[in-house]
């Protein structure tokens, strides 16, 4: 439910609270990880896409993809080689459309997709996706159901963040629930049903 520290857990996953804000361990492939920001939590493959998303409307999709670090030759933008590398990266999350084209023309279900397909760009091991149905409609949803099913099966960890339970049992092959920032259980979600995850 709202408030029960889901999204400030996977702020402190994302870097976003940088070590010293925030009290445990977080461990990628059994090392513990000190992340002193987002990028450096994205260097070690955790990307988190937000409820909010951080895109630059005014902006091809090929530059969003990029932000920051954009392929250059010679101390140049390189944008016939930004715009090759988006092609195949969004090719795979079903973006049929000019990486040329304006971010603010695209629909909100087609701008989660360039987010995930920049997470891939990233070589991302943990994908966290905070609450991405929000403001989806259903078709919406089932596109980018498919595209998280499609990321885990290339061995990508999707954390999945929302309090629509059906959504949850639907997409999730676990289950973790939190309830005023406290770890209530962690159980596989073939053996749970909604009425099992509320009590």
């Not at 896409?49 to 630059?56: A, C, F, G, L, R």
């Not at 891939?120 to 980018?144: F, M, Q, Y």
């Amino acid at each position: 439910e709202n408030g029960a520290g889901k999204s400030t857990l996977m702020k402190v996953l994302a870097g976003v609270y940088p070590h010293g804000e925030y009290t445990g361990v977080i461990r990628l492939d059994g090392q513990e990880q000190r992340f002193s920001g987002v990028a450096d939590a994205e260097a070690s493959g955790i990307v988190m896409i937000p409820q909010e998303m951080n895109m630059v409307d005014d902006r091809s999709i090929a530059e969003n993809l990029f932000l920051n670090r954009v392929p250059s030759k010679r101390g140049l933008v390189d944008e016939k080689e930004m715009f090759s590398l988006a092609e195949q990266y969004l090719a795979p999350v079903g973006i049929d459309v000019s990486p040329t084209m304006l971010v603010g023309e695209l629909g909100t279900a087609q701008k989660q997709m360039v987010a995930i397909a920049s997470a891939l760009s990233k070589r991302v091991k943990v994908l966290i996706l905070d609450e991405p149905t929000a403001t989806l409609s259903g078709h919406e949803s089932e596109l980018l159901f498919e595209q998280i099913a499609r990321v885990s099966s290339q061995g990508i960890a999707c954390l999945y963040i929302s309090h629509r339970l059906e959504e949850v049992l639907r997409i999730s092959d676990t289950v973790t629930v939190l309830r005023d920032g406290e770890l209530v259980d962690t159980e596989p979600s073939s053996g749970l049903s909604e009425r099992r995850i509320v009590e």
